[in-house]
């Protein structure tokens, strides 16, 4: 299946949503040694650090509060968000006493995400746009009558930089219809950028899990889709991935 076949229908008058959660608890073990004084969130790349550049791209697309998530070095990065946040509002999710993953951080957050559908991005997910705003894309594809949750990938072969083995599989409309198998390979790889509604955020186990239990609970009800960017996408998951992704940038 390839990208043209998917079908989401994009509604003009989408509303990008208020809030985004901004993920930087992470420990950056494969970062290292960048990441034994600074958390990866600060480790810059094409001249400014990761977490700046998710910044740009919620002022654009007119977010304006960030709820960020922090537990390794975080009063360094807590020092930098309240210097750079540039207009957004910035409340953190303090997890200092317990890294509690990507599940566990939606679960402590969701009393400060609202009642909502909001964004949910990956510190380290460096993305730039095609032809459309990737966030506002987002927006105009959600139907809250179908969805719970509605994740920004790219496929397999535009995956720069990427190591796995791809994520998803979707059908000809978008919906997502499975995780990849075991030593199979999956079409669609998920690029850290979702739009989620907190309904989803239930009936969760205390302490750290992954966001994985909400998707496949999504999945399992027909309502998890993905949606296709058309730009790039980087994984800048080790020190070498930094070059290769600034040297393709600088190409234009």
Same mark, same amino acid.
């Given at each position: 299946?390839? $990208?043209?076949? @998917?079908? *989401?229908?994009? %509604?003009?008058?989408? #509303?990008?949503?208020? =809030?985004?959660?901004?993920? /930087?608890?992470?420990?950056?073990?494969?970062?290292?040694?960048?990441?034994?004084?600074?958390?990866?969130?600060?480790?810059?790349?094409?001249?400014?650090?990761?977490?700046?550049?998710?910044?740009?791209?919620?002022?654009?697309?007119?977010?304006?509060?960030?709820?960020?998530?922090?537990?390794?070095?975080?009063?360094?990065?807590?020092?930098?968000?309240?210097?750079?946040?540039?207009?957004?509002?910035?409340?953190?999710?303090?997890?200092?006493?317990?890294?509690?993953?990507?599940?566990?951080?939606?679960?402590?957050?969701?009393?400060?995400?609202?009642? $909502?559908?909001? @964004?949910? *991005?990956?510190? %380290?997910?460096?993305? #730039?746009?095609?032809? =459309?705003?990737?966030?506002? /894309?987002?927006?105009?594809?959600?139907?809250?009558?179908?969805?719970?949750?509605?994740?920004?990938?790219?496929?397999?072969?535009?995956?720069?930089?990427?190591?796995?083995?791809?994520?998803?599989?979707?059908?000809?409309?978008?919906?997502?219809?499975?995780?990849?198998?075991?030593?199979?390979?999956?079409?669609?790889?998920?690029?850290?950028?979702?739009?989620?509604?907190?309904?989803?955020?239930?009936?969760?186990?205390?302490?750290?899990?992954?966001?994985?239990?909400?998707?496949?609970?999504?999945?399992?009800?027909?309502?998890?889709?993905?949606?296709?960017?058309?730009? @790039?996408?980087?994984?800048?998951?080790?020190?070498?991935?930094?070059?290769? =992704?600034?040297?393709?940038? /600088?190409?234009?």
């Amino acid at each position: 299946m390839t $990208a043209r076949t @998917l079908a *989401i229908r994009p %509604d003009p008058g989408g #509303v990008v949503p208020d =809030t985004a959660m901004v993920m /930087a608890a992470g420990l950056g073990k494969r970062m290292r040694p960048l990441t034994a004084t600074r958390p990866k969130p600060l480790v810059p790349v094409a001249g400014k650090p990761l977490i700046d550049h998710v910044f740009d791209h919620l002022r654009s697309a007119g977010v304006r509060r960030a709820v960020v998530n922090v537990h390794y070095l975080a009063d360094a990065l807590e020092a930098h968000l309240h210097a750079r946040a540039g207009g957004i509002e910035v409340t953190v999710s303090d997890e200092r006493a317990q890294l509690l993953e990507t599940g566990g951080g939606l679960v402590k957050a969701k009393p400060l995400l609202g009642d $909502a559908p909001f @964004l949910c *991005i990956n510190s %380290d997910s460096l993305w #730039v746009d095609g032809p =459309t705003d990737a966030i506002r /894309a987002l927006a105009r594809a959600w139907d809250d009558a179908r969805m719970d949750v509605l994740l920004l990938m790219v496929p397999f072969a535009r995956a720069h930089g990427y190591r796995g083995r791809g994520d998803f599989h979707l059908d000809a409309l978008g919906r997502i219809t499975g995780r990849r198998r075991p030593g199979r390979l999956a079409p669609f790889v998920f690029i850290g950028v979702q739009m989620i509604h907190p309904r989803l955020i239930v009936d969760a186990p205390e302490g750290p899990f992954s966001t994985n239990l909400f998707w496949e609970r999504a999945i399992a009800a027909g309502r998890a889709w993905g949606l296709v960017h058309t730009g @790039l996408w980087f994984e800048v998951g080790d020190p070498a991935a930094i070059g290769q =992704t600034e040297a393709i940038l /600088a190409d234009g």
